[in-house]
């Protein structure tokens, strides 16, 4: 049900019978923007910023000019800063004293020196046909930063209004759909799943017509980078093969500097696989948790394994293997058990993408590690889920049953999973009141205890680590919709107390129990729609 199988070598629409002859790309000497000025190592100080040590840069800019377009962002009226990330600033390097302070930017009003806003072209697959139009239809990749350990960081503002991209939209974000990405990365992130993060994000008083008449929102979201597989589909399918090789000198060189040394057929090699197993492993995770993304076309997908693009995503509630959280997915092409399948169909995408610089068969041996590492993390997720440090041939048997049962009795995903984590202290009643007929958990319960008599760990022990894997909290579609009405309404500080309880979702914290409990009737498999 949740495992992969990629199916024979040849796939529909990947013609592995392809060749090319490769010329050798010189090693292009990556020169760094600084502030207007051609330098190394300046560190800058505004007064929206102070104790800071972190670099200016805008390396995207060394791509050529089609993949991007400079545009201005369009201002909001009466912005309001809502939630700074204070300690996601810290991380890539600076304080804001005073968040206020950085209103402007969120609203388009105002851009820091050494910013230079571009709209990203690229393309992709959307519900598996290929669209040529795609880019960046409502954001801006602003600079990007590094911060004192290293690390880079795009900065992007999502809401900054209408690109050369944006097709028949109006450029602009809804405050409900930046409160959902500003929760959902920042949950993400503390379980553990690679994700982009929120840095800040504002509220106007635009109107902006949807379903209905909303208001006007914009977030600064950050990431390692922002380049998707529709790059590589972009460069590869409209700007030829000296553009690609490019593109994928640019990623290695800033997001795999340990390739680069290698030879650059090995290079390229080893630069697929990594991208493949990042992806895989990635969407492993997302499984174990009970997360659906909802929009997983290949413009939604991170070079670097990133949980990117928030838009109808869901946290299982009632376990449904075959649960669709976009309500524009007619044909479930995006379910939640079909997931990991469409991992591998947008690597088969990038794959198909750098078949013009690369050997057939490194891509080919490239994409068959998807299964492999997608069902190496996936089992040993679901092995540290149940609390199993000793492998065994009947861990699967047991792991499918399990989903099986959870299927069959729409048990709660998250609280059956947590109940089992207190199985030795609580007792057995959290588990058996999730069920309606508790002799199913009755013989479940029994079977899972049968096994862990091959355990060698205390009891204790072993549910310890389980805690710290089995979330308490996660941000159930109906939380998020309580705090979306009381901002709507003028009031933030629920939704940044349900960030504060996101934050530590494996501990207890009792003084917020109520966000643990199951959803009402009306929260059940809400479904979301990709308007924004």
């Known amino acids: 049900m949740v495992l992969v199988n990629s199916g024979e070598d040849t796939v529909d629409g990947f013609p592995f019978g392809l060749c090319w002859d490769l010329q050798v790309l010189y090693q292009l000497e990556y020169r760094r923007w600084f502030l207007g000025l051609w330098a190394n190592g300046v560190v800058w100080d505004t007064d929206a910023m102070s104790s800071n040590h972190f670099k200016v840069e805008h390396r995207y800019l060394e791509l050529p000019d089609s993949f ?180 994928i000198e640019h990623v290695i060189a800033l997001h795999f500097p340990h390739l680069i040394s290698l030879p650059e057929d090995e290079r390229y090699q080893r630069w697929y696989v990594e991208v493949v197993e990042r992806t895989a492993r990635m969407i492993a995770d997302w499984q174990a948790v009970g997360f659906c993304h909802g929009v997983m076309n290949s413009d939604n997908m991170s070079i670097i394994g990133d949980t990117f693009d928030y838009g109808p995503y869901a946290f299982l509630d009632d376990f449904d293997a075959g649960y669709i959280c976009n309500h524009t997915d007619k044909g479930g092409r995006y379910a939640y058990n079909r997931q990991p399948n469409t991992g591998f169909v947008n690597c088969q995408y990038l794959a198909n993408a750098l078949l013009p610089v690369m050997n057939e068969d490194d891509v080919r041996r490239g994409l068959r590690r998807y299964e492999i590492a997608y069902n190496e993390r996936f089992l040993q997720n679901m092995r540290d889920k149940l609390g199993l440090a000793q492998e065994d041939e009947s861990d699967l048997s047991l792991i499918m049953d399990t989903f099986s049962m959870l299927h069959e009795h729409h048990i709660d995903y998250t609280l059956f999973f947590r109940g089992l984590s207190n199985l030795t202290s609580k007792g057995s009643s959290p588990i058996r009141d999730l069920f309606v007929d508790r002799s199913v958990a009755d013989d479940w319960i029994e079977r899972y205890e049968q096994r862990l008599q091959s355990e060698t760990r205390a009891h204790d022990e072993r549910e310890y680590h389980m805690r710290k894997v089995n979330p308490k909290y996660i941000l159930r579609n109906y939380l998020a919709q309580q705090v979306i009405l009381e901002a709507q309404n003028g009031d933030y500080e629920p939704m940044k107390e349900l960030l504060e309880v996101l934050k530590k979702p494996f501990d207890e914290q009792p003084e917020f129990e109520q966000y643990s409990a199951p959803p009402p009737d009306w929260g059940k498999h809400l479904s979301i729609s990709c308007s924004s």
Not at 147 to 160: E, M, N, S, T, V
Request: a neutral charge; one cysteine or more.
């Open 68 to 247: 991007y377009t400079r545009v201005q962002p369009t201002p909001l009226k009466d912005a309001r800063m809502v939630c700074f990330n204070h300690e996601l600033a810290k991380t890539m390097g600076f304080h804001a004293q005073n968040p206020a302070d950085w209103t402007g930017i969120g609203a388009g009003t105002e851009l820091l020196e050494g910013m230079d806003p571009v709209a990203m072209k690229y393309t992709g697959h959307q519900f598996g046909m290929y669209n040529p139009d795609l880019g960046d239809g409502r954001g801006l990749l602003l600079w990007e930063t590094v911060g004192p350990d290293g690390r880079r960081w795009d900065w992007h503002l999502k809401g900054a209004g209408m690109t050369p991209y944006s097709r028949f939209g109006d450029g602009k974000a809804v405050l409900r759909s930046t409160i959902r990405e500003y929760l959902c990365s920042e949950a993400m992130a503390a379980l553990g799943i690679p994700t982009t993060r929120a840095l800040f994000m504002v509220s106007a008083k635009d109107p902006v017509r949807r379903e209905s008449i909303e208001t006007a929102a914009a977030l600064v979201r950050v990431a390692e980078t922002h380049i998707r597989f529709g790059h590589f589909e972009f460069a590869a399918h409209h700007e030829g093969e000296q553009a690609l090789k490019t593109l």
